[in-house]
């Protein structure tokens, strides 16, 4: 389904937030994002009437609630173009990303010693970053990051970064302060080439655009549930599985292993070796009826309604005196950050609450980015599907009158 104005109209009312909501412009999409009834009702039904735990029991109830889980994991693998055992549940894209800094090493060091740089770039989530942080800190590890060059990355600093001492190249796909779509699979092919591992932080990409897994070519892949109309609490890793094959486990415990004794114990095959304990069943039902229900509208359609809104903003803002905006304006996904001169973002933030617009204001866990922007924070508006062009009207004609009220 192409998406319009209108139809955009229509869509929105799948939302029951908006309806209990009424006025609500909902523009912090990046931190989280709002969910279809189509969603909701799913884990209600889930719930009443088919709830049970799962790989347990023999009788009906649960061997339904398996079939559902294990069916969560074929639509997210297909969405993302996966095999079903490379899709790891996680709590959200931190944990996942945890998960990797943990047990990578077990990896790496079986390969080769003296890899022992992880690339990182300037503009990394802070779950990008100081899981990283950590490993080094425990010893053995040296980090690297790829500067910026205005609001992209530096490609020819990259390429002096990355050599066959790096072990681990991580960065973001899309960052959730910047909105620049990063060039991944140049990145990945040249990281490839030295012999490194490759981690991309997809928590903005995978609820926005296309992204195929085997096309970007990454090794690992993490992004969060919460993010794309599924619960909170479910996220995914994505693995190649010769590589998660190789891996030690995570977490330790129940339905993780093969064979137990006192003593001793053997892993599960995958993706079970790294789900220890009782699932999010319910949160992963979820997420597959949210990926459902992106499939439905298309994709591609929800990335293209949200360039056409973010084009028209950036049209509109540009007449606010005094604004100062952190985009490229190509390259760029649904994600503008900005600031008034003068007014501090969180006043910004809450002038805009009063008039039921809610956005995000500080430092949107990116400190260190924040600090070689020159800023304490920004403003930050971020899309969604149910975003339309009224919404970004009611935004600009507010910061006007902000802008206003502040130079009296
Ligand atoms: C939101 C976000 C994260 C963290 O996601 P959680 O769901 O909070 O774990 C990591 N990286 C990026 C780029 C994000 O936008």
Same mark, same amino acid.
């Given at each position: 389904?192409?998406?319009s104005?209108?139809?955009?109209?229509? /869509?929105?009312? =799948? %939302?029951? $937030?908006?309806?209990?909501?009424?006025?609500?412009?909902? @523009?912090?999409?990046a931190?989280?994002?709002q969910?279809?009834? !189509?969603?909701?009702?799913?884990?209600?039904? %889930?719930?009443?009437?088919?709830?049970?735990?799962?790989?347990?029991?023999? #009788?009906?109830?649960?061997?339904?609630?398996?079939?559902? *889980?294990?069916?969560?994991?074929?639509?997210?693998?297909e969405f993302?173009?996966?095999?079903?055992?490379?899709?790891? *549940?996680?709590?959200?894209?931190?944990?996942?990303?945890? @998960?990797?800094? *943990?047990?990578?090493?077990? +990896?790496?060091?079986a390969?080769n010693?003296?890899? =022992?740089?992880?690339?990182?770039?300037?503009?990394?989530?802070?779950?990008?970053?100081?899981?990283?942080? &950590? /490993?080094?800190?425990?010893?053995?590890?040296?980090?690297k990051?790829?500067?910026l060059?205005?609001?992209?990355? =530096?490609?020819?600093d990259?390429?002096?970064k990355?050599?066959?001492?790096?072990?681990?190249?991580?960065?973001?796909?899309?960052?959730?302060?910047?909105?620049? +779509?990063n060039?991944? &699979?140049?990145?990945?092919?040249?990281?490839?080439?030295?012999g490194?591992?490759?981690?991309i932080?997809?928590? !903005?990409?995978?609820p926005?655009m296309?992204?195929?897994?085997?096309?970007?070519?990454?090794?690992f892949?993490?992004?969060?549930?919460?993010?794309?109309?599924?619960?909170?609490?479910?996220?995914? /890793?994505?693995?190649?599985? !010769?590589?998660?094959?190789?891996? &030690?486990p995570?977490?330790?415990?129940?339905?993780m292993?093969?064979?137990v004794?006192?003593?001793?114990?053997t892993?599960?095959?995958?993706?079970?070796?790294?789900?220890a304990?009782?699932?999010?069943i319910?949160?992963? $039902?979820?997420?597959?009826?949210?990926?459902?229900?992106?499939?439905? $509208?298309g994709?591609?359609?929800?990335?293209?309604?949200?360039?056409?809104? /973010? =084009? *028209?903003?950036?049209?509109?803002?540009?007449?606010?005196?005094?604004?100062? +905006?952190?985009n490229?304006?190509?390259?760029?996904?649904?994600?503008?950050?900005?600031?008034?001169e003068?007014?501090?973002?969180?006043?910004?933030?809450? @002038?805009?609450d009063e &008039?039921?617009?809610?956005i995000?204001?500080?430092?949107?866990?990116?400190?260190?980015?924040m600090?070689?922007?020159?800023?304490?924070?920004t403003?930050? +508006?971020?899309? #969604?599907?149910?975003?339309?062009?009224?919404?970004?009207?009611?935004?600009?004609?507010?910061?006007?009158?902000?802008?206003?009220? %502040?130079?009296?």
């Amino acid at each position: 389904m192409k998406l319009s104005n209108k139809t955009v109209h229509t /869509l929105k009312k =799948d %939302f029951p $937030i908006f309806k209990n909501n009424p006025g609500l412009i909902y @523009l912090d999409n990046a931190a989280t994002s709002q969910k279809p009834k !189509q969603v909701i009702d799913v884990l209600k039904k %889930f719930y009443e009437k088919e709830y049970a735990n799962v790989h347990r029991g023999v #009788y009906r109830l649960s061997s339904n609630a398996t079939e559902l *889980y294990l069916k969560s994991k074929e639509i997210i693998a297909e969405f993302i173009g996966a095999k079903p055992e490379e899709i790891i *549940y996680t709590r959200n894209t931190t944990e996942s990303l945890n @998960l990797l800094s *943990y047990t990578l090493p077990s +990896i790496i060091n079986a390969t080769n010693k003296k890899r =022992d740089e992880i690339v990182l770039t300037e503009m990394e989530h802070h779950s990008n970053l100081i899981p990283w942080q &950590q /490993l080094a800190k425990r010893g053995g590890w040296k980090l690297k990051f790829i500067k910026l060059k205005g609001y992209e990355l =530096d490609m020819e600093d990259f390429k002096k970064k990355v050599s066959k001492k790096t072990a681990v190249v991580a960065l973001c796909h899309v960052s959730n302060s910047l909105g620049t +779509i990063n060039p991944v &699979q140049e990145i990945i092919k040249i990281a490839k080439e030295k012999g490194a591992l490759t981690v991309i932080d997809a928590a !903005q990409s995978v609820p926005h655009m296309k992204v195929d897994v085997l096309k970007v070519g990454a090794d690992f892949l993490a992004f969060s549930g919460h993010k794309m109309m599924a619960p909170t609490g479910i996220g995914v /890793l994505y693995g190649k599985k !010769q590589l998660l094959e190789k891996m &030690q486990p995570f977490m330790f415990g129940g339905e993780m292993i093969k064979k137990v004794t006192l003593n001793s114990a053997t892993w599960a095959d995958l993706p079970a070796k790294f789900e220890a304990g009782t699932p999010h069943i319910a949160g992963a $039902i979820g997420l597959g009826e949210a990926i459902n229900y992106i499939k439905k $509208i298309g994709i591609e359609n929800i990335e293209e309604w949200e360039k056409k809104l /973010l =084009d *028209y903003t950036l049209e509109k803002i540009k007449d606010i005196k005094g604004i100062k +905006i952190y985009n490229s304006g190509k390259n760029s996904s649904g994600i503008l950050s900005f600031n008034l001169e003068g007014i501090h973002p969180h006043d910004v933030a809450s @002038l805009l609450d009063e &008039q039921g617009i809610a956005i995000r204001a500080g430092h949107h866990c990116n400190m260190p980015l924040m600090k070689i922007l020159g800023v304490p924070g920004t403003c930050r +508006i971020s899309f #969604y599907l149910y975003n339309t062009f009224e919404d970004i009207d009611a935004l600009i004609s507010t910061l006007k009158k902000i802008k206003d009220k %502040f130079k009296k």
